[in-house]
């Protein structure tokens, strides 16, 4: 395939590394490589026509950023992907650092270099049309990995990933067991707009307002999935609402910074108050086995092999499912210590 660049048709240009022939791979827990940096300079990088990606199927992918545990094991299954299969596919990664802006860059990017296929997670639902438009028009199909866009469904070839409602209503069940059906709990929301805390805010709030009538969400506030945030909410729920017996976080990084929180308030994670969460974290695994958490959903975030054979597919002109929907499991301290060990992420 004859390759375009894109460097000096736009002031700011995002550079992506091609992952093909990289080194080995590293394990799923590492911090993901930075294969991606924002220039305000016009820099055409290469100018030498690619044919090492001749007959390769040519994949860019724009990535949300590093926020949490569970997005750098993402990373690095579709990193570790390109690098074992580097005799077939070539990636373009892009990393959007949180930014919807970096991942509409990396979109038009990848565009004017004529990838064969486009991923993204998107940061948040709305505000895709165009760029996706874009796209269609150049014929590169579109797949979202592990997070929905607010788009026509013409506009993009799947979804691969999880079924966020239903995560939240199994954490609300979960919760509703640990702390015997009543009392007061608190919420750490994703991020606010993306479609994994919309979602799970929906199913889980629903879930306790038709079935349990004596469970009160008295707070419930974006932590942006960092355990940063994830922290500093929990300190402020806590001053508040002294009486709480619980609390749900939308993904793990939140619930360990709430952990730290609750001990630093003198009490005790996993007694005082419970938690639950989604994702599945090697993290969270290991705060239940230490009795500090208490129940998490999983989300699988190695998407990497499903996501190429996806595009391999489209490639070849095939069809695929709308939705490639994620099986996951639920995990509680009691089975946390059997099943800690063969944690992949
Ligand atoms: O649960 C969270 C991450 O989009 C499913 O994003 C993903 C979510 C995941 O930051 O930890």
């Known amino acids: 395939m004859k390759k375009r660049f894109l460097g000096a048709l736009l002031s700011t240009a995002i550079v992506v590394t091609s992952l093909a022939g990289c080194g080995s791979a590293a394990p799923a827990n590492e911090a993901p490589v930075q294969t991606a940096t924002i220039e305000n300079e016009e820099t055409p990088k290469a100018a030498a026509p690619d044919s090492s990606s001749d007959g390769k199927l040519v994949v860019g992918f724009a990535q949300i950023g590093q926020e949490s545990g569970w997005r750098d094991a993402e990373t690095m299954s579709i990193q570790n992907y390109a690098k074992e299969h580097a005799d077939e596919v070539e990636l373009k990664f892009a990393d959007a650092q949180q930014k919807q802006e970096n991942q509409i860059k990396a979109i038009k990017s990848f565009i004017e270099q004529d990838v064969d296929v486009i991923g993204l997670a998107p940061v948040v639902e709305t505000g895709w049309d165009q760029v996706f438009a874009e796209a269609q028009d150049a014929g590169i199909p579109i797949i979202l990995l592990d997070r929905t866009a607010d788009v026509d469904e013409s506009l993009y070839a799947t979804f691969i990933g999880s079924d966020f409602i239903e995560e939240g209503k199994l954490a609300a069940q979960n919760m509703a067991e640990l702390i015997g059906k009543k009392g007061k709990i608190v919420e750490l929301e994703g991020t606010v707009g993306a479609s994994a805390a919309t979602d799970r805010k929906t199913g889980f709030d629903e879930e306790i307002a038709a079935n349990y009538p004596d469970i009160e969400i008295v707070a419930s506030q974006t932590g942006d999935f960092t355990r940063a945030q994830g922290k500093e909410v929990m300190e402020s729920f806590l001053k508040s609402n002294p009486d709480i017996v619980g609390v749900y976080a939308h993904n793990d990084d939140m619930a360990l910074g709430a952990i730290e929180a609750i001990k630093e308030a003198g009490l005790k994670p996993g007694e005082d108050i419970v938690t639950v969460s989604v994702d599945g974290v090697k993290g969270i695994f290991e705060a239940m086995v230490a009795g500090e958490a208490n129940c998490t959903v999983e989300c699988n975030p ?44």
Do not use: C, H, N
Request: glycine residues 10%.
């Open 302 to 345: 190695l998407l990497g092999p499903l996501f190429f054979e996806t595009a391999a597919k489209l490639k070849k002109g095939e069809s695929v499912e709308k939705w490639v929907k994620s099986v996951d499991g639920v995990f509680t301290q009691d089975v946390a210590k059997d099943a800690i060990d063969g944690r992949a992420y």
